[in-house]
């Protein structure tokens, strides 16, 4: 620990004393939450982490201790867990304690969607809406009783389509009868098809006497003598709102209430924040691996399918979900029955469905972090593929696919930007998207081979890197275009960049075999003793099997199944603790510098330790905040360091019960210079298990329906045929976030609302450190050595002046309520609170001192 944290820790610790001594004294934020217990329950959570291995024993993949375990990166050996002492970890626990005591921003609520008038006021918004069809003689768009399309001359015999959106200002006409009004060629009659095709796709463009509806080059809904009909001849149609169509099928939501927004673009933000999910992970690994995806334009009964694999075989053939789940068949049917998935440990099948995310965002989360996520190796290895097994053309699909995504969201709430999922390049952007009520959605990197950085161990040459600087920063200028702001530098192979932290169990053994057919070499584990006891890479156990309730374990099982059991003799690793020998090389370096310049978001998981302590090193010299640990795969030595340079870490979610413990262990490392929050990490789609129930006997069960942040209503989510409840399923799917953080409350206890307070706040302090990333100083109230004085303070904050640029000058505000935000200027013996008043366009208003 440096001596400035030391000290730091030591004022603090003096200055809550008082209500330490006797561990009896009452916490300012929440009633009931004592600082005796949090110190009891940090104790606990810490002879929790080390327990298991103090005998020496292994994690197991399928133990939920693995799943669940402050580090998943590393491996227990020792009794010393940490740093931090049990007198620091309370001082600042106390902290943020009375940070959660500070007032919170004011809020409003936003719509979901615009509202849907008489007549659409634009090509876009009739989207989901209910509309009979008039063409300009007063003919209206009819049902035969034959099942075909007819005309009629009053209203009440038209036929009332719904509007379902397959992409910005494109249709499909569903009529009464859950068929599609479609066109078998030009100067054909318009047709009733049972199924959606392009044939069934309508794309509209605005007259003044209507909507033209187009199907296909030059063919257009029109009436030819009385008779609709498909024609070179465009006619315009009046939509008119009507009742009484057949609603289109889709999963749904379940959560009432307007979503939560800020009454300024800029103030301060309230929302949960995933800091690690996989939302394109049906493109990767060959793109057959994953079954299902998040969207299509036909809806759910198209894009929550099985593979094929699984389905012509009725879930007897479906190898590697078996060998996953521990189950050895499953129901191949997803929508709309779902029996068998998704479910916490289906690892192949998809998560993320569109309004699975909805759900979650509903219910108040308000930052999603994307992974793209590729594997070159196992890629090749797995026998089925349709997708380029290149880790940057995967890369390039997945961001390809999450714009098309958020066109498909617009294209459902109303048009270019109406939609919730919004992609932000910038924490400025971000903050407005999450003020506005909507879900900032942040592009990262999680990937093995990042910008083809692999290497060969050659006899007598030694390692040879596959790129050059030049490649990097070429790879990264790229990803940055297309809108990349987050990096982790390895995931599972050993790459010219650094050492990995390895899996262990037969998982390692696996992709420790395919490290070496990548880079001809395996990992060079070695016997460590950390000084810490605990901060090593994962210990190489040769584990019977791969069960349910994994971590991870997608790639091990992949290798495998097929085709690398065998690769080799694999090489005999000393006892425990274990560590990487292969560090942060020189590109790897380079390429911190590079991400640095860029003001992106460093991640260190997966990193060996020595790799990681390398890095904030790194880090620390350049005085660097841009850092976060987003799932889990950091060491308990690097957590301190992280939030010392005024970084954000989000654990892996796992179990409601082990998230809580983790909760507990971090508010001992939170730093009282910088805002705190918390979030997770879901992990999902392929990669990690998610959340086990604790089941309906559990004695503090979820009681539905709830009340969630900002006063929404919470009920079981209800897709097709199927209702989930988190008490019995678990996280079965990404809607039950929503679920699982009630929950987590549940267990929490009287600790409960102080939980929930912390994870609301991990949208801002996710934030703040993006903001301090691309260079804003910390807030000088928390930090008095970077106060100026008042006049000084007065002349940059002079009326006029953007908040950006203010905040360059002057640092992070210490509270930025509505339109208000409040400093400090000063010393710290004569501090002055000094009120800057911002203007609707955000500039400054005026400066006054308080």
């Not at 298991?52 to 201790?65: K, N, S, Y």
Request: hydrophobic share 35%; net charge positive.
């Amino acid at each position: 620990m440096t001596g400035a944290r030391r000290l730091s820790r030591i004022t603090t610790a003096c200055l809550v004393s008082a209500a330490l001594i006797g561990g009896a004294v009452l916490l300012p934020s929440h009633p009931g939450v004592r600082a005796g217990s949090l110190l009891t329950a940090y104790d606990a959570s810490k002879a929790a982490a080390v327990g298991p291995d103090l005998a020496g024993v292994p994690h197991r993949h399928d133990d939920p201790a693995t799943k669940n375990a402050l580090s998943r990166g590393g491996e227990v050996t020792a009794a010393t867990v940490d740093p931090t002492s049990r007198q620091e970890a309370a001082a600042s626990a106390a902290y943020v304690a009375r940070e959660r005591a500070l007032p919170d921003p004011r809020l409003t609520t936003v719509p979901v969607m615009q509202r849907r008038r008489r007549v659409p006021q634009d090509r876009y918004a009739m989207a989901g809406g209910c509309y009979t069809l008039a063409a300009p003689n007063g003919r209206y768009v009819a049902r035969t009783a034959g099942a075909g399309l007819a005309t009629a001359t009053r209203r009440r015999d038209a036929e009332p389509f719904t509007f379902r959106a397959t992409d910005l200002g494109t249709y499909l006409l569903f009529g009464t009868a859950s068929d599609f009004v479609g066109s078998t060629g030009t100067g054909a009659p318009a047709t009733l098809a049972a199924a959606p095709s392009p044939a069934t796709e309508w794309t509209t463009r605005e007259t003044r006497r209507g909507f033209v509806l187009t199907v296909g080059q030059g063919r257009h809904l029109s009436l030819t003598r009385g008779t609709v009909t498909v024609s070179a001849r465009a006619v315009p149609f009046r939509l008119t709102r009507t009742p009484g169509c057949t609603a289109y099928p889709e999963s749904q939501v379940n959560v009432s209430g307007r979503p939560h927004a800020g009454v300024t673009p800029y103030q301060e933000v309230r929302g949960y924040v995933d800091a690690h999910t996989h939302g394109q992970a049906w493109e990767f690994l060959g793109g057959r691996v994953h079954c299902g995806k998040p969207w299509d334009a036909y809806g759910p009964a198209y894009a929550l399918t099985d593979c094929f694999d699984h389905t012509i075989t009725g879930g007897k053939g479906a190898a590697l979900e078996a060998f996953l789940s521990n189950e050895p068949t499953h129901d191949p049917v997803g929508w709309p029955t779902f029996r068998d998935w998704p479910a916490p440990n289906s690892l192949t099948h998809e998560g993320t469905y569109y309004k699975w995310m909805e759900r979650s965002w509903r219910a108040g989360q308000r930052v999603f972090v994307n992974l793209l996520v590729e594997n070159n190796k196992l890629c090749e290895i797995y026998p089925l593929k349709r997708n380029s097994c290149d880790d940057m053309d995967s890369l390039r699909l997945q961001a390809k696919d999450m714009y098309e995504l958020q066109d498909y969201v617009d294209a459902q709430y109303g048009g270019p930007g109406k939609g919730w999922y919004r992609i932000v390049t910038s924490p400025w952007q971000a903050r407005k998207v999450v003020n506005a009520g909507k879900l900032a959605v942040v592009m990262g990197i999680e990937t093995s081979l990042p910008f083809g950085c692999t290497y060969k161990r050659l006899p007598l040459l030694g390692d040879q890197p596959a790129c050059t600087t030049a490649q990097i920063d070429a790879g990264l200028d790229e990803m940055r275009a297309l809108g990349v702001r987050q990096m982790e530098l390895v995931n599972k192979f050993d790459n010219a960049l650094s050492g990995i932290a390895g899996d262990n169990g037969a998982t390692g053994a696996v992709v420790d075999a395919a490290n070496f057919l990548e880079t001809g070499s395996y990992w060079d584990m070695r016997h460590c003793e950390p000084a810490d006891g605990e901060s090593a890479d994962r210990a190489q156990f040769a584990a019977p099997d791969i069960t349910a309730g994994q971590q991870d374990a997608l790639f091990g099982a992949v290798g495998q199944l097929f085709g690398l059991a065998g690769v080799g003799a694999l090489p005999l690793y000393g006892p425990p603790a274990h560590c990487n020998t292969r560090g942060l090389t020189t590109l790897g370096a380079h390429l911190v510098d590079r991400l640095m310049a860029k003001h992106m978001l460093i991640d260190p998981d997966h990193m060996s330790v020595k790799a990681r302590n390398s890095l904030l090193s790194q880090l620390e010299a350049g005085r660097y905040p841009g850092v976060l640990s987003s799932h889990s795969w950091s060491t308990p030595d690097a957590y301190p360091r992280i939030y010392e340079l005024g970084g954000f870490v989000a654990p892996y979610a796992g179990d409601s019960t082990g998230f809580v413990e983790k909760w507990r262990r971090h508010l001992g490392w939170a730093d009282p210079r910088y805002y705190f929050g918390f979030g997770y990490g879901a992990d999902m789609n392929g990669l990690g298990a998610q959340g086990n129930p604790r089941g309906p006997q559990a004695a503090d069960p979820v009681t539905y329906p709830f009340t969630g942040f900002n006063g929404v209503t919470v009920d079981r989510q209800r897709a097709g045929q199927r209702v989930y409840d988190i008490n019995v399923d678990g996280v079965a799917q990404y809607g039950q976030y929503a679920d699982w953080i009630e929950d987590i409350a549940q267990v929490a206890g009287p600790e409960g609302p102080a939980l929930e307070d912390d994870m609301m706040r991990g949208a801002e302090a996710y934030l703040q450190t993006w903001e301090r990333a691309e260079g804003i100083a910390p807030d000088p109230c928390r930090n008095p050595e970077l106060r100026m004085g008042v006049a000084k303070f007065e002349k940059a904050a002079r009326p006029g002046t953007p908040v950006r640029t203010l905040m360059r000058r002057v640092g992070q505000p210490w509270q930025r309520l509505g339109s208000r935000f409040t400093y400090c200027a000063g010393p710290a013996a004569q501090e002055v609170r000094m009120s800057v008043r911002i203007s609707a366009r955000g500039r400054v208003l005026a400066v006054r001192r308080r």
